[in-house]
């Protein structure tokens, strides 16, 4: 089983759509969890982090579940700009800062 | 312009050829890591480096080494090229977590062919 694993897409959704990723990983000892975005043919670049509250930034929210191991995104009023691969990202308890991505998810956002 | 650059961007290397490629941040981050990106298996981890002189086994260490001799540089080499290097290499670099999540910047990637 991967450590973090992701639905890969594509969704393809319309304009002004809402659209939600959902992301599990497997370390209950997980301690830090991210949503980045990455375009096609470029780097991955953070999108927001995700608290234990969840947490809302614009159209985006994002939730964690410690208990279902669980993590989400969800995209309100979906824009073309959107278009683009979410990545869900875990850091692993202990030895540094070592990020463990899922495979993403990409998102298609049509006229 | 603050941030991390990675050298070279694309490069086509002969099998069983030596490769080293360049990572440099200026924004005094303690740790840095190599990732390779492939096709439906998403960013893995090669190698990482969470102070100067210090380096660690990520994910998928064989075949590659790094070092860490300063905090800005962290080069990643390949003594001997196989086809299955082949991919897109991602260098990065943060803060150590502190009292929250602390965000990884990317460098925009080195593209290397192994025929």
């Known amino acids: 089983r991967k450590e973090v694993e992701q639905d890969p897409g594509p969704f393809n959704v319309p304009e002004g759509a809402t659209v939600a990723f959902n992301c599990t990983y497997s370390?209950?000892?997980?301690?830090?969890f991210f949503w980045y975005r990455q375009d096609c043919r470029k780097e991955p670049k953070l999108l927001m982090s995700?608290?234990?509250s969840g947490n809302e930034d614009g159209r985006f929210t994002a939730q964690l579940n410690r208990a279902s191991q669980y993590i989400s995104l969800l995209i309100r009023d979906s824009k073309l700009s959107d278009s683009a691969t979410y990545l869900c990202?875990?850091?692993?308890?202990?030895?540094?800062?070592?990020?463990?991505f899922g495979t993403g998810t990409q998102l298609k956002v049509e006229l | 312009i603050a941030g991390i650059t990675q050298a070279p961007t694309s490069q086509i290397l002969a099998a069983g050829r030596r490769m080293t490629l360049r990572c440099t941040q200026d924004m005094r981050h303690n740790a840095m890591y190599w990732y390779r990106q492939d096709l439906g298996l998403g960013l893995r981890l090669i190698h990482y480096?969470?102070?100067?002189?210090?380096?660690g086994k990520g994910e998928v260490p064989d075949g590659y080494s790094v070092s860490r001799a300063n905090t800005d540089d962290f080069p990643l080499t390949l003594a001997s090229a196989v086809p299955s290097q082949t991919s897109v290499y991602f260098c990065?670099?943060?803060?150590?977590?502190?009292?929250?999540?602390?965000?990884?910047?990317f460098g925009q990637g080195t593209r290397l062919t192994v025929v």
């Open positions: 995700v608290y234990s």
């Open positions: 990202v875990v850091n692993r308890a202990g030895g540094g800062n070592k990020l463990t």
């Open positions: 370390n209950s000892a997980s301690q830090s």
């Open positions: 990065a670099s943060s803060d150590l977590p502190g009292q929250g999540p602390s965000e990884a910047f």
């Open positions: 480096s969470n102070t100067a002189g210090t380096t």
